[in-house]
């Protein structure tokens, strides 16, 4: 049997034991009468600030084309997907009421799938094509109340660093709702703990890109497929040869 290093059952259970504590949090905040989003937007963003201090992770955002966020405007985050960290970082990187649009299986998870189904997160059964297109009508409805959505179109997480196949939901929710899309770059946390192994990388530096945003309502649903490749090549651009 493998032996765990210290360091990586240490990070681990500090991890789970601020998930349990923020979970707890924001479940609390959720079931009021009249739940504040204030105060759920506090207990995410705390839980996520939490678990980057854990593993002293410093990031840069990059905004080269200065975005300024309208109020009124929907907005849909899509990004390349590298690691568990991404959720923590783009959670406090991303401006405004971020929530994930995630598969399933993670509102499965103990304590942390019921805050995130508490706090309005989006489950998406990408199994079941009929419910998948309910939980985009469930998306939609959070993106008329203010909320700005985070998708990763691959759908999983890279394997091998590279950027997978994007799934077509995303482009569909986006031209239906007229979102503007935000192309997000996301370089290093793959990095954090490499592929097989025990090993965290602590005090690493990550970099979130912003490209330049994206409005959907200039493409029709038959034009989707344009627009997935837009977005593809618009996230890729900040990785040079990586892709």
Do not use: C
Request: glycine residues 6%; proline residues 5%.
């Amino acid at each position: 049997m493998k032996k765990v290093p210290f360091r990586f059952a240490w990070i681990v259970l500090r991890s789970i034991g601020t998930t349990i504590y923020y979970s707890l949090k924001t479940i609390f905040y959720a079931q009021k009468k009249t739940p504040n989003t204030q105060n759920l937007n506090e207990s995410i963003g705390a839980w996520a600030q939490s678990l980057l201090h854990i593993i002293d992770l410093k990031y840069e955002i990059v905004n080269p084309h200065a975005i300024e966020f309208e109020e009124q405007t929907p907005y849909i985050f899509m990004s390349n997907h590298l690691s568990l960290y991404d959720i923590p970082l783009l959670l406090v990187s991303l401006p405004g009421t971020v929530r994930m649009v995630a598969k399933k299986e993670l509102f499965k998870v103990p304590l942390w799938g019921n805050a995130m189904q508490q706090s309005d997160f989006v489950s998406i059964d990408r199994e079941n094509p009929t419910q998948a297109l309910q939980d985009l009508d469930v998306a939609a409805q959070k993106m008329k109340q203010g909320i700005r959505l985070w998708i990763a179109p691959e759908g999983t997480r890279s394997k091998d660093g590279q950027l997978q196949a994007f799934k077509k939901g995303a482009f569909n929710l986006a031209i239906q709702t007229g979102a503007t899309i935000i192309p997000v770059s996301i370089i290093g946390t793959d990095q954090l703990l490499p592929a097989k192994t025990l090993q965290f990388r602590l005090g690493q530096k990550v970099e979130v890109h912003l490209g330049e945003p994206i409005d959907a309502k200039q493409y029709t649903l038959r034009e989707r497929m344009q627009l997935l490749q837009r977005v593809r090549v618009a996230i890729l651009a900040p990785l040079g040869t990586k892709n």
